[in-house]
């Protein structure tokens, strides 16, 4: 990268503006006096490959990538790391100098660091995680609680296949379960985990059964618009600790954005702050 030329990166979605991760770059930006801008990227699946290829060219360093393109874009980039091909999905990109597109993944990270930090006396092998969905974000989170000695991943998603392909993947600990029982696999459940859109602003609401809940279960949402979900305001008041989706965000952004500015940004509560302000 040369002097004269000032960095940008975006985050690619589809939808896009519900995103916080302009806010929380742009304050690290301003933080770190850094010279560089962030923005949102509203980019339709068909349009993805040629709206990538032509970024590096506009002067772009990188870019976050989200629903629905994580794992799309794995056909796309030039370079996938290996963590990204575990996952099977990537939400970092690195645009290098040459104009050759990296693909990594830094969701588990964020995933796993957020929930020790919100719920530091959670024991991964105190019992089995149910986890909602079979997504790219899924991928992330189940392939960090394998590596956390999680004894057993039940997976329920709306289509079956997809989480049959990821118990097919991540082998003998994934245990898959129709959608319509997951209500079912709460109660003895240590760890609820959302991996789904599910909830989210402008999507429709997760319809699951809850009255399974209780004090000594771990809940988090990775979904952090709104900030309090449905799902986290229930298991709130069934005693459940609970871990919001936002500090996920802030721990998977922060590799991305020194890899593309150079500075490792501090991951406090002011970064906190700007994210949902």
Not at 8 to 23: E, F, R, T, W, Y
Not at 89 to 100: H, P, Q, V, Y
Request: net charge negative; hydrophobic share 45%; with cysteine.
């Amino acid at each position: 990268m040369t002097e004269h030329k000032i960095p940008l990166a975006a985050v690619i979605g589809c939808p896009i503006a519900h995103s916080k991760s302009p806010q929380l770059h742009r304050h690290w930006l301003t933080t770190n006096e850094i010279a560089g801008h962030y923005m949102p990227m509203h980019v339709e699946p068909d349009d993805l490959e040629a709206v990538v290829r032509m970024m590096p060219r506009m002067g772009f360093v990188g870019a976050n990538v989200t629903i629905p393109h994580k794992e799309a874009i794995m056909e796309i980039a030039d370079k996938v790391t290996d963590r990204a091909k575990l996952m099977g999905a990537a939400n970092t990109l690195i645009f290098r100098e040459d104009g050759s597109i990296v693909a990594d993944n830094t969701d588990g990270y964020g995933f796993i660091t957020n929930l020790h930090e919100g719920a530091p006396d959670w024991d991964p092998k105190s019992g089995p995680a149910t986890v909602f969905g079979a997504g790219g974000a899924s991928r992330a989170v189940i392939a960090s609680l394998i590596e956390a000695g999680v004894p057993e991943i039940r997976i329920t998603n709306r289509t079956r296949s997809r989480a049959e392909d990821l118990a097919e993947t991540f082998g003998a600990r994934i245990t898959v379960i129709d959608w319509v029982q997951a209500g079912n696999i709460i109660e003895d459940a240590a760890l609820i985990v959302n991996t789904t859109s599910l909830g989210m602003m402008g999507q429709r609401p997760l319809r699951v059964p809850l009255d399974g809940l209780h004090a000594g279960i771990v809940v988090t949402d990775l979904v952090y618009a709104p900030l309090k979900t449905k799902l986290l305001l229930a298991a709130e008041d069934a005693g459940c600790t609970v871990v919001d989706g936002l500090g996920m965000l802030l721990h998977q952004a922060a590799p991305g954005f020194e890899r593309w500015f150079g500075q490792r940004p501090e991951v406090d509560m002011s970064a906190r702050t700007a994210a949902t302000g």
